[in-house]
């Protein structure tokens, strides 16, 4: 299931705006889920979680670095530097910022790199709808670009890639921010290169034994 | 080769017509027509007759030399002397300039300039008190062109080095006006003028030898007084058909040229220029330099044209006081920072030098005690600013000529702004001064620097090693200079400071004294008037008394309401800066506020409703709502009535209440705030006491807030006498942020200087750079002291407040 998370170090602004969502995703007949969490500790560690939660839409908080939870410490990034950093990789996934002050001037610098600037104090349903409309643009792009990458690596896998096949995959890794493999060939090629590595092994163990044995 | 031959007649011209025919025949010889023997024959008859004319005579003999078979002569066309006069000064202003300057080399005490071109008559006037020219000065000297005294002997009478040696002033005048009347008085002749119409040079193919020049000898020459009295000698030129129209700028210019042609110190205040016209009244006075008292840094250096010493002397506005070091050309190379790759030499080789460099700032205290008026130190600065060489004690142009493209800034000092502008409380090493803030004169002279030649191109010096060495030992003296100011600059700003309560108590004990000496006068007299039985005047003294009384007692009002004025604005000021900074927990509060108590009425409308979620957002619009509370009255508690009075304030508890009001904002921004110290009591401000505090805890706050990790802020609250003996105790604000730079401690109380300056990173606030500036007025006026250093196990910044208990 799609989810969309609210980054903010203050638990209870977190806690109501992830509620004030829900209730209007509710009422949009959306299913799409909401979490909220503190910000992790290094920004590098959203990108797993974008994965393993199958993150649609990102909402923060600019400032990010006052509050602290029990086990947790304050953190040393903001959303401007929260969104530079997710764009590296998630060039394409909806990332909005939601705020008491949208006309900070660091926000306003990196205007491009967000989808929305939202204020805390007008959080209607007609921003959810935006950010609704977002999460299901990037859902349907990129579930039609995942299957369409199934399709190719099993075609690649199983010996069967035609043409400019191996070419697609690698424009689709790239798409997709798939780490790229440089090395990518078809199978028989590398079924051969594996053969000449177990030789290579084989060549070792003989040369250990004889070494052994004297 | 044949020529026709005719008879002619030579005789006085009576009439027009005879006149015509002479021209007419005069032609013909021009053209050869006579042979060698007419011609003498004609030249026979001339010299015989009573009446000379010299005019024929002349021309018959030019041509008879003509037909000297051995040797022949140069002959010039007289157009030859306009291009040499108009095409080698630059503009009417230098041409006006020359004139002065033949006024100098005359050894000139005063020189009266006037230009008045408004009416039909027009008329530039120079004229002098100088030695004059006799007639034999003036026919075999100034109608000599090319020729110059100057090149014979170098020196005036009174020891002055002569400005021009080319010998071609003279011509200069004929770039202003068509017309020029000379008129000179000398000791041994009489008075003689000549008349010359520099229109008739201007005819093509005409040889210069005939035009006339009329020789007339009026009764009375106009020149100024010399020492209060009629000058026996001098020179008057008058130059009439002026050639251009002089404007408001011309005039301006022509002021400041006048001034600068001299140098602005005191080698040469011998020479005066008094300018008048009728263009720019305002410029029709004496041209003087006063504006030199203006300076705040006066620096000098002399090089002996020996060894490598150089001997410097700086005074300033602030100490007073003189200072006179020695140092050696390879260190002051070394203080410029000069590397090997670039032009420098082990020794000077410009020969001997001396230097003054006037450093002003354009501020309207550099004009306090001196007659002239700010606009008018600016202007003068505007006009006069620059580096300027002074051989013989002229300036050589264009070095530091305001009006110079690249003359004006030689030394690149914009240049080197432009590169690092840092301001002077960065200090020595990186403050530079502006081009526009600084007057200077390198004094050189002809006979003692021969290395410094002119160039071919008439403005300006040959740029040889010995140029380089003039150029550097200037930059090194600016260094000098410049670093002179940077330590001055601080000492200066702290001996201005004087805290509104050491005024106040000065004001007081003055009035007391006052007080005393008229209760002491009325003792004396009363005694007096006992004896002599006249009690008048004891009453009117015991009037002054008491009106004295009445006046202190007003004064001391006085005083205190503007130090509790003082004081609300203080603590104003630092609700303000603090409402900034912790202003953005409170605009969260209200929006969380809002969207919480929206939420409980959206989940209690939802079917079925959300009771308990309802609740919970409910009791969260209810701890903001508090929160929102707490700061408003935060803000009206600051500037309560009662803590504006002296009165026994309990330290401990003061600290505590404020870190109570500010612990839900250090909270929320996961600082960890902690007060340590015992209760003490003393009698002071509480006002003050909470305004120093909270200014210092804004600062840790925002500190805190750029670091992650964990965050405190520690408050030490002791007793501690001072070495002396003196009762008192301190609080100490220490932080986990990254502490203050060392480059910024000396810094950091100016009014609004922030480190604060761009919101980047944690901290999202920028600072007004006045908190601080608050503390030190407070701990000032409070009679304390201020210590800022790293505390050593929160690793911040710790400040101490020591304060004296009463």
Redesign the interface.
Known sequence: MAKIVIVDD?K??R???A??LK?FLKELNSDIQVIDVFPFEKPSHYYGFIDAENIAAIIVDE?L????QPDK????Y?GSDLVMFIRERYKYIPFFTLT??PE???LQEKINEYDYIFS??E?TIKQVEIIQRACQRYLIENQKELSMYNDLTRKIASGKAAGNDIEKLKALQQKLEIPVSTDLKDREEWLKEFEKQIASLEEIKSKLEKKLKK | MAHPRKEIKITKPKNLEELAEKARQRSFIGSKALTETEIKEKLQKLLQSPSSDYRAIFKLTKDLSKLDKKFQRFFVDAKTLIHLGRDSIKDHTTALLELVKNSYDADAKNVDVDVFCKKESDIIRVADNGFGMTKHDLINGWLHIGFSGKRASKHSQTGRRKTGEKGIGRISADRLGGVLELITKSETDGIVGLKINWDEFDTEGKDISDIDVELFYPKSINIPNKEGKPSETGTEIRISKLRQSWTISNIENLYYELSALTPPFNEVKDFQVELKNDVAPSFSKKVNSEFFKAAEIELTAVYDGKGSDIIYTIKDKYTDKEDVQTIQWQNLLQKMQKNDSEEVSEDLRCGPVSLKLLFFLREAASVAGTDFKLSELREFLDNNAGVKIYRDNIAVKPYGFPSSQFGYDWLELAEKKAKDPAGVGRGADSYTVTPNQLIGAIFITRDGNLNLTDSAAREGLVESEAFFDIKNLALGSLKILETHRANTYQKSRESKKTSASKEAEQIQTQLFSVKEELELIKTEIESKAAKSSSPNITRSIEKSIERVEVITKKADKTISDLLNWNRVLSGLATIGISSAVFGHETEGSISLFTTATDNARLLIRNTPPDIDTAISELDKALKHSKKVAAWGAYALTRVQREKRSKKKVNIKNTIEAVVKELKPAFEASSIKLEVIGELLVSKTYQMDIESILINLLTNSYTACNQKPGIRKVAIYVDREDTKRGGKGYYFSVADTGHGIAKEFQNRIFEPLFSTKTVATGGSKSVGTGLGLTIVKSIVDDLQGEIKIDHDPELKGARFKIWLPKE
């Not at chain 1, 410490?73 to 040393?76: G, Q, S």
């Open positions: 203050n209870d602004q806690g109501t705006y509620i004030r209730q400032k670095h006052n509050d602290s410490l304050p953190v040393d903001n008491n002050y900070d001037q660091v805390k104090k959080f």
